[in-house]
């Protein structure tokens, strides 16, 4: 990964805060793979009086498509 983060873990489930933009992931190949998120996709919740913008779902399954990684795929299975 080529980006800040922020893991908290919150009522005992983990949430990652990162930057938006110029992020890069490395795909399951080890190629360098830049983050197509868009914030205007984003989707506004309300969390302890705080309105945060939460990844669109389809935007985070392409993402983890990209990674496929093993917990990845679990994720991704999850959430569809």
């Known amino acids: 990964f080529n980006l800040y983060l922020l893991t908290l ?3 005992g489930v983990l949430v990652d805060i990162s930057q938006l933009e110029r992020a890069a992931l490395y795909d399951a190949q080890g190629k360098q793979v830049q983050m197509q998120s ?3 996709h984003a989707e506004k919740f309300f969390w302890n009086d705080i309105l945060l913008p939460v990844q669109n779902k389809q935007e985070l399954i392409l993402y983890k ?3 496929n990684r093993d917990t990845d795929v679990i994720d991704i299975q999850e959430m569809i």
Request: hydrophobic share 45%.
């Open 38 to 40: 868009d914030i205007s």
């Open 9 to 11: 873990k919150i009522d």
């Open 65 to 67: 498509k990209i990674l």
